[in-house]
């Protein structure tokens, strides 16, 4: 994971690398560092934790290098103390690298048997020490990299300086993300455009396992076999402002109250308002009739989405959905149908495996469809056809308006799946947009139950354990749930079919036991709420999510939380919103860093 910058200014580059390392804290944020060239010597600043404790840094001991290259960490290999954060670093040479070297112990083991001294755990450092064994065997510094790369396995992506170069910023990818940004005698590199954008809009995207020597002047791209390639340079439309909080405490709270406007901007691109027709955007207009299968996968959160577009797809379109977490999908060995269509869902459309899944099944001869939220991203770049999902950007790292713009993507794509294929007529299209029509409305009144979750969150802080039930597409929302409260709170929840928890889970269920119950008064209620009385009759603290109806129903319950009645259809994206406000409410409660939860990063760049 990890994010890189490296930067060839005309002032004080530290400043402007910490700036790109901002936009790039939501890949990691275990520490943070850079290196410039002080007078021709690399000179390092580190620190562990948040890049603000780097800035801190920087300010007591300023850096005035124009060269420099800086990193923002997820630790994989080593803990995430100042000795293995990045740049690392000999005399010679400094790097930075987001990806796992994997064949870094035995090249490590080699280094050392030559005398070489490492001061980190981590398998980065192992670069540093190659290209700068290359060096002192008379190697350039082009050549020392070249060489370097041909010893590494793995995934990555690296910017490197040199002790007294300072024109000159080299840069590699294989697997995970680089780009150029082109300015006025200045020079760019970054792990995407967001880090670019407060420098330049003019971007090179490098292929996977090109390098590229950059000067202030000159861009010289390779490929892996070393020949000189061309890539063109494309303008970036992200935007360079940083999005702020506004007068929320958090983002995840802002986000989730953003959710009946992105919603409804996502939905705006995918169906007709006044004929209440699915309409896709343009580029995007995919035809599922001749369709045998469709197979979705994604991870974590998006993954949810996925499971509760099957539902959509098998009962609207009668498609049959293949469904799998993005890192099993290729352990599994699915025979893939050449020509049919792959879908893969991810807000960042960085997620390495989801990505690993995407080339899989593209040079298996699928057709490949993303509902991604960053336009700019990798996954974004390499599907044959994108489904845009119109969250904006989102910063906590808990996801909650990009999953259900997700939702609302995918249950367009599902009435539009239902046409092509016949299965649904103009009528049904027709009843089924206009539910999807009223979302923004029915989720903006969804956002009313915060005051009596918030008093809720106040029980679920003292408990150890949480479980989350439904049925149908709500038992989706029920491990989505789960996630939730596990990322931010770090309180253990697990999410289950209704009708499993008798198989087992029922042995955890005593009074400490808060159970949300997630059950819309659909044809499902009746059996739902007998699993809830299970859980009632063995002591277990029972809320229930319902519409006023089930409430009618609901019997001897802890809590009851009243959600507005919809057609069923929709309800996954309504019941959504009380779970997020739950853990979000909880977490807060309990004071932890619910923007930025431990271990965690936004964006998952290693598999
Ligand atoms: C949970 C969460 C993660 C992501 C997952 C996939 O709140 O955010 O589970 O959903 O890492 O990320 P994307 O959607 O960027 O591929």
């Known amino acids: 994971m990890c994010g890189i910058v490296g930067i060839l200014a005309r002032e004080a580059v530290a400043p402007q690398l910490v700036d790109g390392l901002k936009r790039l804290e939501y890949r990691g944020y275990d520490s943070a560092g850079v290196a410039t060239l002080e007078g021709g010597r690399i000179v390092r600043r580190r620190a562990e934790g948040k890049l603000r404790n780097l800035e801190a840094r920087l300010k007591a001991e300023p850096l005035n290098g124009v060269t420099g290259i800086g990193h923002t960490r997820w630790a994989t290999h080593g803990a995430p103390t100042e000795d293995n954060a990045h740049p690392h670093a000999t005399e010679r040479v400094a790097v930075v690298h987001n990806g796992i070297i994997?064949?870094?112990?035995?090249?490590?083991?080699?280094?050392?048997?030559?005398?070489?001294?490492?001061?980190?755990?981590?398998?980065?450092e192992v670069v540093a020490h190659l290209v700068s064994k290359a060096l002192e065997a008379g190697a350039t510094p082009?050549?020392?990299?070249?060489?370097?790369?041909?010893?590494?396995r793995g995934a990555f992506a690296l910017a490197f300086i040199f002790r007294g170069e300072?024109?000159?910023?080299?840069?590699?990818?294989?697997?995970?993300?680089?780009?150029?940004?082109?300015?006025d005698g200045e020079i760019f590199l970054g792990s995407d455009a967001v880090a670019l954008a407060p420098f330049t809009d003019e971007v090179t995207y490098l292929d996977d396992g090109d390098w590229v020597a950059l000067t202030r002047s000159s861009v010289e791209i390779y490929d892996e076999a070393g020949a000189p390639v061309r890539r063109d340079a494309v303008k970036s439309s992200v935007a360079s402002v940083v999005v702020d909080k506004g007068?929320?405490?958090?983002?995840?709270?802002?986000?989730?109250?953003?959710?009946?406007?992105?919603?409804?901007?996502?939905?705006?691109?995918?169906?007709?308002?006044?004929?209440g027709r699915v309409r896709l955007p343009q580029g995007a207009d995919f035809d599922f009739s001749r369709l045998d299968r469709l197979?979705?996968?994604?991870?974590?959160?998006?993954?949810?989405?996925?499971?509760?577009?099957?539902?959509?797809f098998e009962r609207f379109a009668h498609l049959p959905v293949d469904i799998d977490i993005a890192s099993e999908f290729r352990y599994r060995e699915p025979p893939l149908a050449a020509?049919?269509?792959?879908?893969?869902?991810?807000?960042?459309?960085?997620?390495?495996?989801?990505?690993?899944?995407?080339?899989?099944?593209?040079?298996?001869?699928?057709?490949?469809?993303?509902?991604?939220?960053?336009?700019?991203?990798?996954?974004?770049?390499?599907?044959?056809?994108?489904?845009?999902?119109?969250?904006?950007v989102e910063v906590?790292?808990?996801?909650?308006?990009?999953?259900?713009?997700?939702?609302?993507?995918?249950?367009?794509?599902?009435?539009?799946?239902?046409?092509?294929?016949?299965?649904?007529?103009?009528?049904?299209?027709?009843?089924?947009?206009?539910?999807l029509i009223e979302l923004p409305r029915l989720m903006a009144e969804t956002l009313h139950l915060e005051g009596e979750i918030e008093k809720l969150a106040q029980t679920f802080a003292k408990a150890q354990d949480v479980l989350y039930l439904g049925r149908g597409t709500s038992f989706p929302i029920a491990l989505e749930g789960a996630l939730k409260l596990k990322e931010i709170s770090y309180i253990h929840a697990e999410g289950y079919a209704a009708g499993?928890?008798?198989?087992?889970?029922?042995?955890?269920?005593?009074?400490?036991?808060?159970?949300?119950?997630?059950?819309?008064?659909?044809?499902?209620?009746?059996?739902?709420?007998?699993?809830?009385?299970?859980?009632?009759?063995?002591?277990?603290?029972?809320?229930?999510?319902?519409?006023?109806?089930?409430?009618?129903?609901?019997?001897?319950?802890?809590?009851?939380?009243?959600?507005?009645?919809?057609?069923?259809?929709?309800?996954?994206?309504?019941?959504?919103?009380?779970?997020?406000?739950?853990?979000?409410?909880?977490?807060?409660?309990?004071?932890?860093d619910v923007d930025q939860p431990r271990n965690l990063a936004k964006s998952v760049t290693v598999e």
């Open 500 to 592: 499993e928890l008798k198989h087992g889970p029922i042995a955890l269920v005593d009074e400490t036991v808060p159970v949300v119950v997630l059950a819309p008064f659909d044809p499902l209620f009746e059996k739902t709420a007998s699993n809830m009385q299970e859980v009632a009759a063995r002591g277990g603290k029972i809320v229930l999510v319902t519409d006023a109806e089930g409430a009618k129903h609901a019997g001897d319950v802890f809590a009851t939380l009243v959600v507005p009645t919809a057609y069923a259809f929709v309800n996954p994206l309504i019941y959504a919103i009380p779970i997020q406000l739950l853990a979000y409410h909880t977490a807060v409660f309990m004071g932890t």
């Open 339 to 392: 020509g049919s269509l792959a879908l893969l869902i991810s807000q960042s459309g960085e997620t390495a495996d989801t990505l690993a899944t995407l080339r899989h099944c593209k040079a298996k001869g699928m057709k490949i469809g993303a509902v991604v939220n960053v336009p700019t991203s990798t996954i974004a770049r390499e599907a044959d056809v994108v489904f845009p999902t119109v969250a904006g």
């Open 166 to 183: 300072d024109d000159l910023l080299i840069g590699a990818r294989r697997g995970s993300p680089l780009a150029i940004g082109h300015g």
């Open 396 to 435: 906590g790292v808990a996801s909650t308006k990009a999953f259900t713009c997700q939702l609302a993507v995918l249950a367009a794509l599902a009435v539009k799946a239902g046409r092509d294929r016949n299965v649904l007529s103009e009528e049904d299209e027709q009843k089924l947009v206009s539910s």
């Open 142 to 152: 082009k050549a020392a990299v070249q060489q370097t790369l041909s010893k590494l």
């Open 102 to 124: 994997e064949n870094f112990r035995e090249l490590r083991a080699e280094l050392e048997a030559t005398g070489a001294k490492f001061s980190s755990q981590t398998d980065t």
């Open 247 to 275: 007068a929320y405490r958090h983002f995840m709270a802002k986000e989730i109250a953003e959710q009946p406007e992105v919603v409804g901007h996502s939905l705006t691109r995918y169906v007709d308002m006044t004929t």
């Open 295 to 312: 197979a979705i996968s994604a991870c974590g959160t998006a993954f949810y989405a996925g499971l509760v577009a099957r539902y959509w």
